[in-house]
């Protein structure tokens, strides 16, 4: 069993910087860290991805160039900077580990996830 904390979330105005942070607890980890992110009425949706052992990354092509994943493998855990922030990025976020192999960017591939924290940006 694997327990997933979320943190960091909050209001921002548009342009402004949030920092969340995942921690990870538990028997054994995936492959693959990622952060999801649902708003009202739509879809849980990809936002980024990344390898324990190599630190690859991955986004989504609407947080590219804004959005950074990190993570620290010594205290299990994983980061989501996110600079330039848009009215859109609005949503419950959400960590989750898996191995998902190429479908990473596919919610049901991930076996565990966070409890989700809130990120509200005005306009």
């Known amino acids: 069993q694997v327990q997933l904390v979320e943190s960091g979330g909050g209001l921002v105005q548009a342009g402004g910087s949030l920092r969340l942070s995942c921690a990870a607890s538990?028997?054994?980890?995936?492959?693959?860290m990622g952060w999801f992110r649902q708003a009202p009425g739509k879809e849980r949706e990809f936002v980024a991805a990344?390898?324990?052992?190599?630190?690859?990354?991955y986004y989504a092509d609407s947080v590219k160039g804004r959005f950074t994943i990190s993570r620290d493998n010594a205290k299990n855990t994983v980061y989501l900077q996110m600079n330039s922030l848009k009215p859109e990025d609005t949503a419950v976020y959400y960590c989750?580990?898996?191995?998902?192999?190429?479908?990473?960017?596919?919610?049901?591939?991930?076996?565990?996830w966070g409890q989700g924290t809130q990120v509200t940006v005005s306009s």
């Open positions: 990344i390898t324990w052992s190599s630190g690859r990354t």
């Open positions: 989750t580990t898996g191995n998902p192999g190429w479908r990473r960017d596919t919610h049901s591939q991930y076996d565990y």
């Open positions: 538990g028997q054994t980890f995936s492959s693959v």
